[in-house]
């Protein structure tokens, strides 16, 4: 509806980009490793079969999903926070359309950051 692969894979790289470059993420970009290739290549796949694509990223990882995998970071307020934020400026910039569903991903993708903080 979003406009498919493209669009996942334009969100996760400006997210990645965002992360590397704006000092406002280092506390999240240091809770990951160096490489950022392997997860530029995931999120997009992730995020199209969360939003009903494709569940390749799924049949990849059974019984996998963002709670489960991050379980053992760190994640406090803080970082889910700017997780988030950087994700909403992430899908901002890119500018999918339509907007209300742009925008119902990112209160969704919200949520689910900030429920990962302990």
Same mark, same amino acid.
């Given at each position: 509806?979003?406009?498919?692969?493209?669009?996942?894979?334009?969100?996760? @790289?400006?997210?990645?980009?965002?992360?590397?470059?704006?000092?406002?993420?280092?506390?999240?970009?240091?809770?990951?490793?160096?490489?950022?290739?392997?997860?530029?290549?995931?999120?997009?796949?992730?995020?199209?079969?969360?939003?009903?694509?494709?569940?390749?990223?799924?049949?990849? @990882?059974?019984?996998?999903?963002?709670?489960?995998?991050?379980?053992?970071?760190?994640?406090?307020?803080?970082?889910?926070?700017?997780?988030?934020?950087?994700?909403?400026?992430?899908?901002?910039?890119?500018?999918?359309?339509?907007? @209300?569903?742009?925008?119902?991903?990112?209160?969704?993708?919200?949520?689910?950051?900030?429920?990962?903080?302990?």
């Amino acid at each position: 509806m979003i406009g498919g692969a493209p669009v996942f894979e334009a969100i996760a @790289n400006r997210f990645y980009d965002l992360m590397e470059q704006d000092p406002a993420y280092a506390a999240l970009r240091a809770m990951h490793a160096e490489d950022l290739a392997p997860m530029r290549q995931s999120l997009p796949r992730f995020l199209a079969g969360w939003a009903g694509g494709p569940r390749d990223w799924f049949e990849a @990882n059974p019984g996998k999903c963002m709670m489960s995998l991050h379980r053992d970071f760190p994640i406090d307020r803080t970082t889910a926070d700017q997780w988030a934020e950087a994700m909403t400026r992430a899908i901002a910039d890119i500018a999918p359309k339509p907007a @209300n569903v742009a925008q119902a991903m990112i209160d969704v993708l919200t949520r689910m950051a900030r429920n990962m903080a302990r």
